[in-house]
T-cell receptor
Framework: DQQVKQNSPSLSVQEGRISILNCDYT??????FLWYKKYPAEGPTFLIS?????DKNEDGRFTVFLNKSAKHLSLHIVPSQPGDSAVYFC????????????FGQGTTLQVKP | EAGVAQSPRYKIIEKRQSVAFWCNPI?????LYWYQQILGQGPKLLIQ????????DSQLPKDRFSAERLKGVDSTLKIQPAKLEDSAVYLC???????????FGSGTRLTVV
């Protein structure tokens, strides 16, 4: 049972344009969502997060939007840069749980110069 | 601050052999996680420690996998005997506490042939 889904395995955008990565979830007990970025041969690194009490969180070029009614979140990167090329994982945490994260399958972003 | 250290970086073994991975978390981090990432999938939690006690090992295949965290610092994850489907990247992560974001190591890539 895939509780967190990233339905687009890959995305290619031109440098300077907007990248939009999507994530859907099924568990209504999730109350905290995170995005991680992963380069080859490295571990995932934390990018940005959002609590379920918010619908938007912004950090520089990165913005995460949460639509609780649709159980959907998205990561916007504006403007996209070649260095943003990586695998992006969406992850979710249940309220009151121990810290366990449920990850999506990942989306590979390629930003072309 | 030093990151999460893992070794070895790569390991190739034959099926039915045993293998062990080591993780040294960030100093002072009480919570330690082992995740398994199979190619094309997101990381999946295998086991979580709080100091030297197990918090969650519900997804650890206990017939072949074992893990320990002696003295609440370093941790080892063992597979005995290995199967072909154990081929994956094994990621260790640590955090100061369960409600805090965590830092991943670079992982150990295991190939079972």
């Amino acid at each position: 049972d895939q509780q967190v889904k990233q339905n687009s395995p890959s995305l290619s955008v031109q440098e300077g344009r907007i990248s939009i990565l999507n994530c859907d979830y099924t568990n209504s007990m999730f109350d905290y969502f995170l995005w991680y970025k992963k380069y080859p041969a490295e571990g995932p690194t934390f990018l940005i997060s959002i609590s379920s009490i918010k619908d938007k969180n912004e950090d520089g070029r990165f913005t995460v939007f949460l639509n609780k009614s649709a159980k959907h979140l998205s990561l916007h990167i504006v403007p996209s840069q070649p260095g943003d090329s990586a695998v992006y994982f969406c992850a979710a945490k249940e309220s009151g749980n121990t810290g366990k994260l449920i990850f999506g399958q990942g989306t590979t972003l390629q930003v072309k110069p | 601050e030093a990151g999460v250290a893992q070794s070895p970086r790569y390991k190739i073994i034959e099926k039915r052999q045993s293998v062990a991975f080591w993780c040294n978390p960030i100093s002072g981090h009480a919570t330690l996680y082992w995740y398994q990432q199979i190619l094309g999938q997101g990381p999946k939690l295998l086991i979580q420690f709080q100091n030297n006690g197990v918090v969650d090992d519900s997804q650890l295949p206990k017939d072949r996998f074992s893990a320990e965290r002696l003295k609440g610092v370093d941790s080892t994850l063992k597979i005995q005997p290995a199967k072909l489907e154990d081929s994956a990247v094994y990621l260790c992560a640590s955090s100061p506490r369960t409600d805090y974001g965590y830092t991943f190591g670079s992982g150990t890539r295991l190939t079972v042939v």
